[in-house]
């Protein structure tokens, strides 16, 4: 099997390609950087550029199934102008595939696609699952919401589309865990906000093992990429101070404190969504990391 990744070199991207390389898979992979294009038997390099419409057709040749990761960050300041290419580097990047999957002969049979829970409402009390069809009225939400739209074109090619709505990613290399640590470290941790709200985690070993059960499964639709038990926010920064034998006792960053800091991006960290993940366990997959604290335990003390 051969497959087409986009974001092969950011945090996800890393490991799931050294997973796919040691299950026998080949891969080819987009890069908008010409300096990290490598080219070995099994493993090869491909330039493209959303913004400017550029891609090297010769990315599809021989590939099976396309794992599209590529987007901006959210974690950065959303300046008008980033809130912007936050969204283009996700459609456009979608349509530029959708395009080449169109217009050039493939023997692409599936189209697996990253995808936020941020999709669904803030809320306390619901409990979400992948036929929840109300969508969050914030930036995040819309973006989200715009993202799945693109991907959803690629349906019209006969190719199976599975999208993965991703908790917080728990990983040593990066992302939000990197974040919530610091504090942590300065014996300085605390929740924000009131620490209500329900945040929805996962280990990056269980979500690259969810992409390859999806691709392996020849599963299609939209799945949930969380663990089973999602955590309040003051629970998640209690067990990350516990896990690295720190205090605890600062009282919570109040909500204006993050806007002033953060700006609208504060709302990232405040939003609350309990999301369900039976039904890719419904489809046979078993979860490695079910427990927050020893998901954390197995990165934080490697």
């Known amino acids: 099997m051969k497959v087409l990744i986009t974001g092969a070199t950011g945090l996800v991207g890393k490991e799931l390609v050294s997973l796919l390389l040691k299950n026998g898979i080949h891969i080819n992979y987009l890069t908008t950087s010409k300096s990290k294009i490598q080219n070995s038997q099994n493993y090869k390099g491909f330039y493209w550029n959303p913004r400017c419409g550029i891609i090297d057709k010769y990315c599809i040749d021989g590939v099976d199934a396309v794992i599209h990761l590529a987007g901006a960050s959210v974690a950065k300041r959303w300046t008008k102008a980033y809130k912007q290419e936050i969204i283009e580097s996700r459609v456009l990047s979608t349509n530029m595939l959708f395009s080449l999957l169109k217009n050039e002969e493939n023997n692409v049979k599936q189209f697996i696609a990253a995808s936020g829970v941020g999709i669904y409402p803030d809320s306390i009390d619901a409990v979400y699952t992948e036929q929840d069809t109300v969508i969050d009225n914030s930036f995040l939400g819309c973006v989200v919401d715009k993202w799945e739209r693109a991907v959803d074109q690629i349906k019209r090619l006969n190719i199976k589309v599975s999208k993965v709505r991703t908790g917080i990613v728990l990983s040593a290399n ?10 942590v470290n300065l014996c300085v941790g605390s929740a924000l906000g009131n620490g209500k709200q329900m945040q929805s985690w996962i280990h990056i070993q269980d979500l690259i093992n969810i992409y390859t059960f999806i691709l392996q499964h020849d599963l299609e639709g939209v799945y949930n990429a969380v663990a089973p038990y999602t955590v309040t926010n003051n629970s998640l920064m209690k067990t990350i101070s516990k896990t690295l034998n720190k205090p605890y006792f600062m009282p919570n960053v109040p909500k204006f404190m993050l806007r002033l800091i ?41």
């Open 174 to 183: 990066g992302g939000a865990l990197t974040e919530m640590v610091k504090p």
């Open 262 to 302: 953060l700006g609208e991006m504060h709302t990232i960290l405040l939003s609350s969504q309990n999301v369900s993940t039976r039904k890719i366990i419904g489809e046979g997959y078993q979860f490695e990391h079910l427990s927050l604290e020893k998901a954390l335990k197995d990165i934080l003390h490697k």
